[in-house]
């Protein structure tokens, strides 16, 4: 082979592998680790991840011994969203997680047992459901939005030291929304019975950072 042939031939390889590498570098991931309330990691977790960007499928993947889990060539979106579910723990879920191409989001969760949120004895034809949302360093948080949908609606707003409360509701599947601006909007999924007052917490954690 001539000296231009072999030069030319080099050109076309390069041509042909500089745009895989760059697209390399703009893969979008979701990557993080599962634990419960105590800080044990838990393996075994089902993690989902969906959004528009998927054109209706969703992705899914288990957390490994370790407790952490990884997506990875996520096409660049604003509205994803990951829930976590474990048998014996509430469903946990986290929305409008925000993408960047070239970036790894990093999510971590913490998920609490369902026994966790503790029953006593009240109305036998009604339950209420009370407690308190905290930050990650367990700081109660006002002005955060608390809906409830299940068979009925309601919604309310989080008092000074993170206190809300939801009083005369039907038994039923009931799924817990809490947002503010800034954070990521937490959803957890519960059963609530009559003649309960159930209390729990719920926790915000300030929309992630990417990084590199």
Excluded: C
């Excluded at 309330?37 to 370790?66: F, K, M, Q």
């Excluded at 407790?67 to 096409?75: A, D, I, M, N, S």
């Excluded at 019975?193 to 926790?203: A, K, M, P, Q």
Aim: hydrophobic share 40%; proline share 4%.
């Amino acid at each position: 082979m001539t000296y231009s042939l072999r030069l030319f031939a080099a050109f076309a390889v390069f041509l042909f592998l500089t745009p895989i590498g760059a697209r390399a570098q703009r893969e979008s991931q979701i990557a993080g680790v599962v634990r419960d309330t105590n800080g044990n990691v838990l393996p075994g977790v089902s993690v989902e991840v969906s959004g528009p960007a998927l054109a209706g499928t969703i992705r899914s993947a288990t957390t490994d011994a370790n407790g952490q889990y990884r997506f990875v060539r996520l096409p660049m979106v604003d509205q994803y969203t990951v829930s976590y579910s474990l048998a014996g723990f509430w469903t946990e879920r986290r929305e409008g997680l925000e993408l960047l191409f070239g970036f790894t989001l990093p999510m971590n969760v913490k998920m609490h047992a369902e026994d966790e949120m503790k029953s006593v004895a009240g109305q036998a034809d009604s339950a209420t459901l009370s407690g308190t949302v905290v930050d990650q360093f367990n700081f109660g948080m006002a002005g955060v939005s608390l809906t409830m949908t299940g068979p009925e609606r309601r919604t309310t707003t989080s008092e000074r030291l993170g206190q809300f409360s939801f009083a005369d509701l039907p038994a039923g599947d009931y799924e817990l929304r809490a947002s503010r601006e800034g954070d990521t909007t937490a959803v957890r999924r519960m059963r609530v019975r009559l003649g309960t007052n159930v209390t729990g917490r719920i926790e915000l954690h300030p929309r992630p950072e990417v990084q590199r």
